[in-house]
Structure formats: C-alpha cells, structure tokens
C-alpha cells in the first residue's frame, strides 16, 4: 500500500503561482512512477503530467506545458508540482497517483493507476 496527501492548494488569480505537494508513505516511493491528475466540475479526470521513478523523464498534458513543472525528492517521499501562469481553465481538484511503471502514468488513463491521493482544490480568479 501506498498512501498519498495532497497539500498546496489554495485560491490564486490569473498569472499567479502554486506549488502541490504530495507525500507518500507506506512502501518504497522510489518504486513508484507519479503523476498529476485534475477534475473540474462536470468533466473527467484529466492526465496533467508524470514522472519517472528516478525523475529523469518527465511529460507534459499540452494545455500546461511550458507553465507547470513536475519534480521529485525521493528521499523526502514527496513529488512536487510547481504551476506558473494560471488560468482560470487550470482551476480544478488536484490529485496525485502512483503506478509502478512510468509508461502506465503518461499515458493518461486515471485507470491504470494504483494509489491517489484525496485532491487539494485548486482555483484560478480572473
């Protein structure tokens, strides 16, 4: 089992910054690829971006490459992610999820993930 909890979320206007955190506890972190995932009202769980499990490889949903950076500590057990440049189409419900293999974190599909995290509310005033 791995547990996860979101912190870092928070009201902020348009072009402004926040950084997510995630903590993980329970077995290895450094087994796990992560990612981001984010639902806003009335839509799908949507693919934000994914990290590998040594940090090397990262990707990028289109919409946020460019103004979010993903990151990773293993020995603090925490991925990060920092957003730059807000919008408003960036507020959502922001979660974190684990996979043991990076190839089933970027492709996207929230089913193919193992562990989440309860979501941090993130949202973007214009």
């Known amino acids: 089992q791995v547990q996860l909890v979101e912190s870092g979320g928070g009201l902020v206007q348009v072009g402004g910054s926040l950084r997510l955190s995630c903590a993980a506890s329970?077995?290895?972190?450094?087994?796990?690829?992560m990612g981001w995932f984010r639902q806003a009202p009335g839509k799908e769980r949507e693919f934000v971006t994914a990290?590998?499990?040594?940090?090397?490889?990262?990707y990028y949903a289109d919409s946020v490459k460019g103004r979010f950076t993903i990151s990773r500590d293993n020995a603090k057990n925490t991925v990060y992610l920092q957003m730059n440049s807000l919008k408003p189409e960036d507020t959502a419900v922001y979660y974190c999820?684990?996979?043991?293999?990076?190839?089933?974190?970027?492709?996207?599909?929230?089913?193919?993930?193992?562990?989440w995290g309860q979501g941090t509310q993130v949202t973007v005033s214009s």
């Open positions: 990290i590998s499990r040594t940090g090397v490889n990262t």
């Open positions: 329970g077995r290895t972190f450094s087994s796990y690829a």
């Open positions: 999820a684990a996979a043991p293999s990076y190839s089933r974190v970027w492709a996207g599909d929230p089913n193919l993930l193992d562990y």
